[in-house]
Structures are given as C-alpha cells and as structure tokens.
C-alpha cells in the first residue's frame, strides 16, 4: 500500500510525542521507579531479625542506628500535599554481636490521633494547606516529628523545627510526650540540626521570623540557658552550623514574606538581598558579625571550624534557588520529576574583610555530615550522598569528598536503590577521620525491601562490607544519628 | 382558689423560665495549683472580644475548687473561654513568641484552627441545668 498524505498524517500523529506526553510518561516511569521512597506505612514494624545478604559483619561494630522521616501521607479523607508534612517514623537498626535488628513506630503524636480519628490528613505543615477540620490549640497539635532523631539522656528526642522534641523510648519507641525544657519556654521551637560539641554540649536554634531562641543544654538535656536574639532577615531556616566558640547562622535570602499557611507560600525568593551569615560568639549572644555572601538557598550545613586569621570554613549543600523547597518535595509525593538541579557540595569560607565565598566541589551531594568528634574543630572529610538528578531527586550514591585533595570518592548502588543519609561511626580504639565506618540503609527498589549497609570510609568506593536485608521496605528518611553500645 | 398574688406570681414564671437556667463547668485540670479563670459570653460578637462577658469567676484551683456555677441566666446560646493561671499571677502566660505556656479552654471542650476555638465550635444552648466538663490543655 503506497501511504497516503492522509495516512501519513494520522500515524505521525498517533505516534506524536509532545512535551506534555513526553513528561507524563517519564512522570510515570519515574514515579514507578522510585515511588516507595514517598509510600505509605500502615502501623509500627515491630522488631524483626535482618537477614545478611553481602559480606561479613565488621568486628567492634555495636549499636544502634536510629533515623526518622515521614511514613505517612495519605488518608481517604485527605492527604498530605509535601513530602515535609508525613508522620514521623523512627525506626531503629540495631548492629549487635553479628546481628542486625529493625523496629519502626510512629511519633504517637496529638496531630496522628486526630487524623487516624478523622481517617484524613488535616493538619497544616510545610507545604500542605489546614484543612477547617483541624483542631490546632498549639503548634505542638501539628508538630509531625518526622524529622531527626538524636539520643538525649536517657531519651530519644524525634524532632521537627517548629514545634517541641518528642521524647521516645530508646528501646520500645514508645511515644513519651512532647519536653517543656522549662515552663515559660513551653512550646518554643526547636530545629531538628541542633549542633553537638564533642563533650555532648547541645547547642540549638528555634526561629521565629527575624528572631530566633539559642538554646543551650547539658549532654543530658537539661537546659543550661535559653535566648531571644534579632536576626539580621526572616530568612527560612531549617539548619544551622557552629564552630568551637561561634555559632553560625546562615541566613538565605528565601525570606518571610507573609503570614500565611503552608509554610512555604509565605516565604520569597529575593536573590538580589544575597545570603548573609550572621556568626555569634557562643560566650557572648551580643557579639555578633554578619558576613555578605552571594546568594543561594540550602537545606543542610555540616559542622563548621575556624582556623587562622579568623578564617571561618563549612561544608554547605546549595540549591541555586528554593524551588525545591516550594514545589519540588511536593512533587516528589505524587511521583512527578522535578526538573530542576539538585543540591551541590561546596565549601564556604568567611574571611575577615566581611565576605563569604563559596567553592563547589563539583559533585551534586546532600545530607552533608562529618565525623562527630571533630565538631567545631577542623576536618578533611565531608560524608553525604551522591547522585540525585533532575529527573530522580533521590541520591543513588554515597560519597566522600576530601577537601585536601579536591576529590570525592564514591559508591554508586545504581538506579535500584534510593540512599539514605548515612552516619559516621568511628572504628573502636582508632581516632583518625577515615578510621570510621559509613553506616545506613537502601531501600532496594527492584527486591522492594530495605537493605543496610556498612561501608569502609577509607575505601568508600569498594562498596559495602556488610549488607542486611529487610522484609519490609521503608521509604527514605530524612536524618537520623548512631549510639555506640 | 388562687389569689390574685399566686397568679401574677406564676405568670412571672411562665413568662421568665429564663432566670432559673444554670450553666455548671467542672473544670479538668493538670497541677492542682493557682486558679482558674473564666468568662462566660451570650452572643459571637462579645466572645469574640467585641463585648463583655456576661460572667465571671475565679476558682480556687490551690484550695480544692474545680467547679464554676453560674445561676440564673436568661436561656440562649452561650460559649465560654478559659485559663488555668498556673503561677497565680493574675495573667494568661505565654512564651517569648507569644504561644501560651499555661493551659486553656473552651466550651465543648472545641479546640480553634490556629487561634481560639471559634463561637461556632464554642457555643452550646442553654435552658433548665446544662453541665460540661472543660478539659484545660
């Protein structure tokens, strides 16, 4: 049959790709790919056995991995509408005497009980609007505590940023309740990047628009002190950084525009105001310089050092606008690409003439981390992840760049996997950086199920010595913290 | 045969049921410490600070008092707003970014979306003896 014109034009058009269908089938293929990172929990995992599926399990390695993120985003009544406004999941990996362990239970907060009653997510977070079913006496009401999870005394502290630390069982998770560090400071905000000294000194910001309180606590969490301080803007602030003797507060220019919920329309991006940083000498809450930067918008900073001259330095994740914050992790929920560039590495230095430059360290990395032992002081390494693309927001790699030698090496799971952030555990008995293990979990996308791994710092790029395998799969977690034991 | 006193007297009842409505709150309390204040409201208008309540009281949390009686009242919607003055110092107490530290409450117990509970949720009708249990959180 000789096609004609007509014919010609009808298969052209049936096999036409525009943009829009051409986004709709990578939307789908990618939400397939990686749609368990954002999935649904239905109830607390109770403790299970991890079958080891690689390697051998490294002698001294003892303790406990603990890491929180939201679990739960969906109701018949109603869903979540950002990836920040799921029901915090804390679960625990347990590394004892050769043996892998796993628990997960829900924060029991007040805003889980009033939407398991209701059977819909109501509560106004982030990125997701209230729904006029919501009953919000305190900000505690919403507080998902989805976020972090540090050991604090004799506590687990699940945290969020805008609200109060929930206390949990180290061992059971069993939800204790919201901490009033003191009771005139009930419902204060606290972040979930509070910055640790090495002899456990918490040090920790609460924001509330162009003021901030410092607060300052015990290894054992009792508060040692607590203040009120003017910030330079109301920038959107999600972590903070210190050296030994400052606190650094690094101010973006996504800036507090309007009172309004979700918290993410009430922000603007005003990249002509440059990012400021705003260092506080911790003896002194008065003493305060505020450095000029070029802009950028961030999530995560890593623990920062001074050296010689007044030299300032951290490692900073930078977005190249708060996009991701306003519509990406949105996106992510309902399993649509972002299409826009992921967070990359880079080395802030602030110099004495009153300006902060920014060195890029090529790779495109998140969840920055150093080793928690040379906090405040100087170090060589940067742990994170690797390997998030436009197309696939989630890291596939875990990296370590070494910033004597300007490089980063790496350890690719592939495609397959979606890479949490993991944890730096030093070897027993050794103290240099690299002597460490890199502990933290996979969710294995082809098996469906969740995968631990160690891996050598020292030989990053070997891949892991040791690997469980779980018979669940949890979706991707935001930080979380190792308890030697 | 009734005199004429007993009918203008029981025509006064009939026409004014209002006078014998009572409003009884136990209130629900943490630290069995300071006081509790509260402030009963007749109309949205005045609860919503445009007006002034038509009662108040003060009950004695430290001395063993959890209930508020309020006798007499016309019948009608009624809403009511209230604190736990934990400390005893006569105000609401709230933390450097203006969130109270110190417990509170309204009739049925309605909890607001971001803000005080809203007459709508707040607001219950009252005629003869109506009792409520008001959990302050």
């Known amino acids: 049959m000789t096609p004609s014109r007509r014919t010609f034009l009808t298969a052209a058009a049936a096999l036409a790709i525009t943009p829009d269908t051409a986004f709709a089938a990578r939307a789908m293929r990618v939400a397939s790919d990686w749609s368990l990172a954002t999935a649904d929990v239905e109830g607390d995992i109770a403790p299970r056995v991890l079958q080891r599926v690689h390697g051998r399990v490294p002698e001294g390695l003892s303790g406990a991995l603990y890491r929180n993120g939201p679990a739960k985003f969906r109701r018949p009544g109603g869903s979540s509408q950002h990836w920040f406004d799921g029901d915090g999941l804390i679960r625990r990996f347990g590394i004892h005497d050769g043996q892998a362990t796993l628990a997960a239970r829900f924060a029991d907060t007040p805003k889980r009980r009033q939407e398991t009653r209701l059977d819909a997510m109501v509560m106004p977070g982030f990125g997701t609007a209230a729904d006029p079913r919501a009953e919000i006496g305190s900000v505690d009401d919403v507080n998902p505590a989805n976020t972090s999870v540090h050991k604090v005394g004799d506590a687990l502290w699940a945290l969020w940023e805008a609200g109060s630390p929930m206390a949990m069982d180290p061992d059971t998770l069993e939800t204790r309740g919201f901490v009033t560090l003191r009771p005139d400071l009930k419902s204060m905000p606290f972040l979930a990047h509070p910055r640790i000294e090495p002899d456990g000194r918490i040090w920790n910001l609460g924001v509330n628009g162009n003021q901030a309180v410092v607060w300052r606590l015990a290894a054992d969490g009792a508060l040692e002190d607590a203040r009120v301080i003017p910030l330079p803007r109301a920038s959107y602030i999600h972590d903070f950084t210190a050296t030994a003797r400052h606190l650094v507060i690094v101010l973006q220019p996504w800036v507090h525009a309007r009172n309004v919920m979700p918290v993410s329309t009430a922000y603007d991006w005003l990249p002509d105001q440059g990012t400021q940083v705003l260092v506080i000498d911790k003896d002194d809450l008065d003493a305060r310089r505020v450095f000029e930067a070029p802009a950028f918008g961030f999530f995560h900073l890593g623990d920062a050092w001074e050296e010689g001259d007044g030299i300032i330095r951290f490692d900073v994740c930078t977005h190249a606008d708060m996009d991701f914050a306003a519509h990406g992790a949105q996106d992510i929920l309902n399993g649509v690409p972002l299409g826009a560039a992921p967070a990359r590495l880079a080395m802030m230095t602030l110099s004495p003439d009153g300006q902060g430059r920014l060195e890029h360290a090529g790779a495109a990395a998140e969840f920055p981390r150093g080793d928690a032992r040379r906090a405040g002081q100087r170090r060589r390494y940067s742990l994170h992840t690797l390997g998030e693309e436009p197309d696939r927001p989630l890291a596939t790699a875990v990296g370590v760049t070494d910033w004597d030698q300007g490089r980063t090496h790496g350890y690719d799971f592939g495609a397959g996997h979606v890479v949490d952030e993991m944890v730096h555990v030093p070897k027993p008995g050794l103290s240099g950086e690299a002597d460490a293990w890199l502990v933290g979990p996979t969710i294995n996308l082809r098996e469906g199920v969740t995968e631990l791994h160690v891996l050598d710092m020292a030989r990053v790029e070997d891949g892991p010595v040791c690997t469980w395998r779980a018979d669940v799969a949890m979706p991707a977690a935001f930080h979380g913290n190792w308890v030697a034991t | ?137």
């Open chain 2, 1 to 137: 045969m009734f005199s004429i006193p007993a009918l203008i007297l029981a025509a006064a009842l009939t026409l004014q049921p209002a006078e014998t409505s009572v409003v009884e709150i136990t209130f629900d309390i943490g630290a069995p410490e300071g006081v509790v204040m509260a402030a009963l409201f007749d109309s949205e208008e005045a609860y919503d600070g445009g007006g002034p309540a038509v009662r108040g009281v003060r009950i004695d949390i430290a001395g063993g008092e959890r209930i508020a009686r309020f006798e007499g009242l016309p019948p009608g919607d009624y809403a009511l707003r209230a604190f736990h003055d934990v400390n005893g110092d006569g105000e609401m107490n709230t933390n450097p970014f203006g969130m109270p530290t110190e417990p509170f409450g309204f009739s049925n117990n309605a909890v607001g979306n971001m803000g005080p509970a809203s007459w709508a949720r707040a607001h219950f009708a009252v005629s003869g003896e109506t009792r409520q249990t008001i959990t302050l959180r």
